[in-house]
């Protein structure tokens, strides 16, 4: 999937998104409105009910699906390796409520500071790398990543660490093996090693500092892989003394 089609199905899927979270509740009064339900008693509860328990959750859940398997293809499309994709899963499942806090914006009811309170490294991370894999690398001589292998290594390694910190600190990996497998005792095993791993993984400072510099060194890696290759060369050229043409050294 060329970088022109993979935009195209992520404004797709946002397009839908922001219209099952923010605009289905009209489509529901309307509906409502117009059926002349309110004439028989308990007829407009069904109505309801199935609009936005069943039909607005498939909507939003609709515009993540396309998201996630938009992004899967890009990263196999521009050859990086499928742990991307796991790391992209691990973040998408971590930072999906957030996205259901900011349709709060539509009535007026969400708060700059709230925001801020409740973002979560995962959403970040998110949008750093699908914004990178997103740059028309067919169309360029850069390739994912670059090919600096020690710069490729540190990216991965940060990258790495940031995705176990938002795993130590999601919940909702905990709640799946038993949601999903019917197995508690395995649900019950990894929320206990949650905390543990967090206070590890954080040496113990019970906060995201170390998972945002990893963030930080993703961000900053990836963006100088876009650079051109003549731009990287400038503090060599600078560390040199300054020679006219044709002096000796």
Known sequence: MFAGRYLWWMLIAMAIFLFFAMCFDYVTWATVAT??????AGTCGPIILTM???MKP???YLAGGIMLAVTF???RYIGMSWLWSAFVLILFIASAPF???LANAWTGQLKPETVLSNLPLSFLCL???????????EESTVKPLGNNRIRSFVIKLAAAYGALIVFAETPAFAAFPARLLGMQSLSAAVAALQP???DALTFGAGNDALGYVALAVVAVGLATTLLPV?????PAWLSHPFMLPGSRR
């Open 35 to 40: 059926s002349g339900c309110a004439r028989v």
């Open 52 to 54: 936005t328990g069943s």
């Open 58 to 60: 498939a909507g939003v």
């Open 73 to 75: 293809v890009r990263i």
């Open 99 to 101: 996205p259901l806090l």
């Open 127 to 137: 949008v750093v790398l699908s914004t990178y894999i997103g740059w028309s690398f």
């Open 196 to 198: 543990k791993l967090y």
């Open 230 to 234: 003549g731009i990287l060369r400038i």
